[in-house]
């Protein structure tokens, strides 16, 4: 069964903190993502990766980053967290290149709270 | 932003009443695709549409791209509580934009 693990389900972090969710999935997918996910905005894509140490920026990629070590892992990292990034994060593998019509499998999600 | 546009945004039902949601983009698209979101879940992948005008079905579920490529539907006879949740669409390509989602809630 294909699976997509996020690291944690829930986190509580203060202004200022540098903050990692990471992302493993065990399907041998190239292509991983970083959404995010608020009431009323639907899933904005932050980063997304073709392949191990390729990133590229998705629509919202202010005040993150992300690491691509190993093919099965992507990280996202809020350098100095700020409230505005209190949000649901949501990873998502799908089949290599150049399969636009795959799929995408997505973990449990990682509730992140800023105070 | 490379978002679609999806409406509406909520949609409160009696069981067993239809339900639709669409989805619009600006510019032609290659494919899309459809999710679903139960409460407190993570989306899952429902279909992909490919070609011009394409219609799918699973079971109560009706999908359909527009002519255009522009627009996708989806349809849902006779809803039941399970189908509770949001139906996202989304943009095939290599980076797969969502739109904004459509909430169903299911009056029994």
């Known amino acids: 069964d294909v699976k997509v693990t996020q690291s944690s389900r829930y986190l509580v972090k203060r202004t200022g903190e540098k903050v990692f969710l990471e992302c493993v999935q065990d399907m041998d997918h190239e292509n991983m993502f970083w959404y995010r996910q608020d009431p009323g905005l639907g899933l904005r894509l932050i980063y997304f990766s073709y392949d191990v140490k390729m990133k590229e920026k998705g629509d919202i990629p202010e005040g993150y980053s992300v690491s691509r070590e190993k093919k099965e892992r992507f990280s996202l990292i809020l350098e100095s967290a700020s409230t505005n990034q209190t949000s649901m994060y949501l990873c998502?593998?799908?089949?290599?290149?150049?399969?636009?019509?795959?799929?995408?499998?997505f973990g449990e999600g990682s509730r992140l709270t800023v105070l | 932003g490379q978002q679609v546009m999806q409406i509406p945004q909520y949609q409160h039902v009696q069981e067993g009443e239809d339900f639709t949601t669409y989805c619009n983009s600006s510019t032609t698209l290659s494919n899309i695709q459809w999710y679903k979101q139960r409460p407190g879940g993570h989306p899952v992948f429902l279909i992909q549409?490919?070609?011009?005008?394409e219609v799918k079905k699973q079971k109560r579920l009706t999908f359909q791209f527009g002519e255009a490529k522009k627009n996708s539907s989806l349809h849902i006879t006779a809803t039941q509580t399970t189908d509770v949740g949001t139906y996202f669409c989304?943009?095939?390509?290599?980076?797969?934009?969502f739109g904004t989602g459509t909430s169903l809630t299911v009056i029994p």
């Open positions: 998502a593998s799908s089949r290599p290149r150049p399969a636009n019509t795959g799929e995408l499998f």
């Open positions: 989304a943009k095939g390509g290599n980076q797969f934009y």
């Open positions: 549409l490919v070609k011009s005008g």
